[in-house]
């Protein structure tokens, strides 16, 4: 059985690069890598190599590597934060041409006015 070390736990991924015309490698984990080439394969074979040489000069300076993004536990709920109060914009226009402005939960409804 071949052994897998911590950088095969990686979550890696290649995107084309419309801006650079080339693949892009890139890894979750470490995301200010990333690894251009001609081909699919040849980005994820740099970004593995470069993520593999960048845990090693980590482990070398004495510095924890990032935990793989699989080892990690969440919790499964998901929280978004949304500002408070009314917002001031923006307004909408209705079929009829009338303004209608946002409201927040709670406040009373706004009346429409004629443009």
């Keep these: 059985m071949a052994r897998i070390d911590q950088t095969d736990k990686y979550t ?3 995107l084309w690069s419309d801006e650079d015309n080339e693949f892009v490698g890139l890894c979750a984990e470490f995301a200010s890598l990333s690894w251009l080439a001609a081909s699919r394969e040849a980005a994820l074979a740099g970004i593995v190599k470069t993520v593999r040489r ?3 000069d980590m482990a070398a300076d004495g510095e924890a590597p990032p ?3 699989t080892d ?3 919790s ?3 929280k978004v934060r949304v500002p408070c109060g009314r917002p001031r914009e923006p307004r909408h226009r209705s079929r009829r041409g009338r303004r209608l402005a946002l409201r927040s939960p709670g406040a009373p409804e706004p009346e429409a006015v004629d443009a």
Excluded: E, S, T
């Design 12 to 14: 890696f991924r290649v």
């Design 76 to 78: 499964g709920v998901f």
């Design 67 to 69: 935990a793989p993004l």
């Design 72 to 74: 990690r536990n969440y």
């Design 54 to 56: 960048a845990v090693r």
